[in-house]
């Protein structure tokens, strides 16, 4: 009986601890969704555009496309960075209202 009892007392605390590290967890992983999603939020509503994630691809294509350009001016390419400044340009400006 005592053996049961220290059993089932075992699997109580390790439960208990279980519990409390899943709940930590979950606290922690919400607090960092609630925080992206505002980031998120306020991005779009800083540069007029959608939340949607097709938005947010074109964005980041778009501001790698502008530091291509960067990259080809620094290197004295200046056709090659005039095209993909233009082409960044105006993947931004399609996705700003």
Known sequence: MQV???FEW??????????FIVDGLSGLFQ???RASS?????LSEALGMDTSIISIITLVVGLVLLWSAI????????IMGIIWLMLGL???SWIMH
Do not use: Y
């Open 4 to 6: 049961e009892g220290f």
């Open 10 to 19: 075992l699997g109580q605390v390790l439960g208990s601890i279980i519990r």
């Open 31 to 33: 607090l960092v969704s």
């Open 38 to 42: 505002h980031f998120v939020e306020g």
């Open 71 to 78: 990259r080809a001016f620094m290197n004295a390419a200046f």
């Open 90 to 92: 105006w993947l931004l």
